[in-house]
């Protein structure tokens, strides 16, 4: 019997290219959950009652490398990592971390008051505390009686 051959060392097998088309698929919804988490920064948000709560981690960048905007219902974070000097002499064995500019844009959940915006940073982790429009807030209605 003939087989077409997958590679020279190994012929040809359906169940082998079924556990690889498992395997792919395997990856691919993992992924999937996870399509935030290539976006630069990282953040983390929690609404709550009287705002909303970002933190950003932005190791190694100075308070005047990013720029924070608040426009209507859209907060941006802009910013740039230069990379490294490097020595004549030296390359890079292994460089992971990105640079460049980023721009990341978060839709919030409802109206701010962009005048009374708070960003704090400590320890590489961006601090953002955003107040609800006062028109946004819940209100509590008192019931009377006639």
């Known amino acids: 019997m003939n087989w077409i051959t997958w590679n020279r060392n190994q012929p040809w097998s359906p169940w082998h290219e079924f556990a690889r088309l498992q395997s792919d698929m395997?990856?691919?919804?993992?992924?999937?959950?996870?399509a935030h988490a290539d976006e630069f920064p990282p953040i983390d948000a929690w609404v709550g009652e009287d705002g909303l709560r970002?933190?950003?981690q932005l190791p190694g960048f100075e308070n005047d490398d990013v720029e924070i905007?608040?426009?209507?219902?859209?907060?941006?974070?802009k910013g740039e990592r230069k990379p490294c000097a490097l020595e004549p002499s030296e390359t890079y064995h292994r460089q992971e971390r990105r640079t460049g500019k980023f721009v990341r844009t978060i839709q919030l959940p409802f109206a701010i008051e962009a005048d009374a915006v708070q960003a704090v940073s400590m320890n590489g982790v961006l601090e953002l505390t955003l107040p609800r429009a006062r028109s946004e807030r819940p209100r509590k209605i008192t019931v009377t009686s006639n």
């Open 26 to 34: 395997n990856r691919i919804f993992e992924r999937a959950g996870q």
């Open 54 to 56: 970002v933190h950003a």
């Open 69 to 77: 905007s608040v426009v209507g219902d859209t907060l941006t974070l």
